[in-house]
């Protein structure tokens, strides 16, 4: 019970800062990209490549304040609510969400049969959205392939998300875990916190997530809990 209000009391606190920052954030942005467009014709380089670097550090804080958001919405996950919740849809619905993304670089998405598991819904549809940013991140030079499957163990299922990207070395396979954790530079940076989301959600449904070498691309598994 104290960790779960401990964790609450982190959460509000971390929507509270990300609310109070994104609009200075964001102020900063769009005056610096109108101080552009302005002067497209009249400013020195010099000005122009601030000007740049001013927007370029807002956006970037911009994508971390979601990050943050995320974090924060993983750690309320509670037991309490739990319910059936059919992995397939959820899949299904966070093609929908990222459909613009993965159309911009030619990436699929493929899966098994995905079982349904006991959990929030909306958590669970942020960890298949997050495995899959994460694939759209650290893509590599061919079109993103992307897949989902999973085999019963025991009273848990284990799923196996894969994907043809550069892979992770055996050195970092725990440290991707890690917050704001960035192994290489990426065609599209992201805020560093997409994996240490998926894990908070992954435990706090009772289950265990980790990175495994893999032949071609990243592989990680997580479990989650059957029905009886």
Same mark, same amino acid.
């Given at each position: 019970? %104290?960790?779960?209000?401990? &964790?609450?009391?982190? &959460?509000?606190?971390?929507?509270? @800062?990300?609310?109070?920052?994104?609009?200075?954030?964001?102020?900063?942005?769009?005056?610096?990209?109108?101080?552009?467009? +302005?002067? %497209?014709?009249?400013?020195?380089?010099?000005?122009?490549?601030?000007?740049?670097?001013?927007?370029?550090?807002?956006? !970037? /804080?911009?994508?971390?304040?979601? #990050?943050?958001?995320?974090?924060?919405? @993983?750690? +309320?996950?509670?037991?309490?609510?739990?319910?059936?919740?059919?992995?397939?849809?959820?899949?299904? *619905?966070? +093609?929908?969400?990222? *459909?613009?993304?993965?159309?911009?670089?030619? @990436? *699929?998405?493929?899966? $098994?049969?995905?079982?349904?598991? =006991?959990?929030?819904? %909306?958590?669970?549809?942020?960890?298949?959205?997050?495995?899959?940013?994460?694939?759209?991140?650290?893509?590599?030079?061919?079109?993103?392939? =992307?897949?989902?499957?999973?085999?019963?163990?025991? $009273?848990?299922?284990?799923?196996?998300? &894969?994907?043809? $990207?550069? #892979?992770?070395? @055996?050195?970092?396979?725990?440290?991707?875990?890690?917050?704001?954790?960035?192994?290489?530079?990426?065609?599209?940076?992201?805020?560093?916190?997409?994996?240490?989301?998926?894990?908070?959600?992954?435990?706090?449904? #009772? #289950? !265990?997530?980790?990175?495994?070498?893999?032949?071609?691309? *990243?592989? /990680?598994?997580?479990?989650?809990?059957?029905?009886?």
């Amino acid at each position: 019970m %104290e960790d779960a209000l401990r &964790s609450k009391e982190v &959460s509000e606190f971390l929507l509270r @800062a990300c609310h109070d920052l994104r609009t200075p954030s964001r102020t900063l942005r769009t005056h610096a990209e109108l101080l552009l467009k +302005q002067g %497209e014709a009249g400013w020195s380089q010099g000005v122009e490549e601030r000007l740049a670097f001013l927007v370029d550090g807002a956006r !970037k /804080l911009d994508v971390i304040l979601e #990050g943050l958001v995320a974090y924060s919405v @993983a750690l +309320q996950t509670d037991p309490a609510n739990f319910q059936k919740v059919r992995l397939d849809i959820q899949l299904r *619905a966070v +093609q929908v969400k990222l *459909a613009a993304a993965l159309r911009e670089c030619e @990436a *699929a998405i493929t899966a $098994g049969d995905l079982p349904e598991v =006991m959990g929030q819904s %909306e958590r669970l549809f942020l960890l298949l959205e997050h495995l899959v940013r994460n694939s759209l991140v650290h893509r590599g030079e061919e079109s993103p392939r =992307m897949h989902l499957d999973a085999t019963r163990q025991n $009273g848990n299922w284990l799923f196996t998300f &894969s994907d043809n $990207g550069p #892979g992770i070395e @055996a050195a970092y396979l725990e440290n991707v875990f890690r917050p704001f954790e960035r192994l290489r530079r990426s065609p599209k940076e992201g805020a560093g916190l997409g994996l240490t989301i998926c894990r908070e959600i992954v435990q706090r449904h #009772g #289950g !265990k997530i980790w990175a495994e070498e893999a032949q071609h691309g *990243a592989r /990680l598994r997580f479990t989650l809990a059957a029905l009886d």
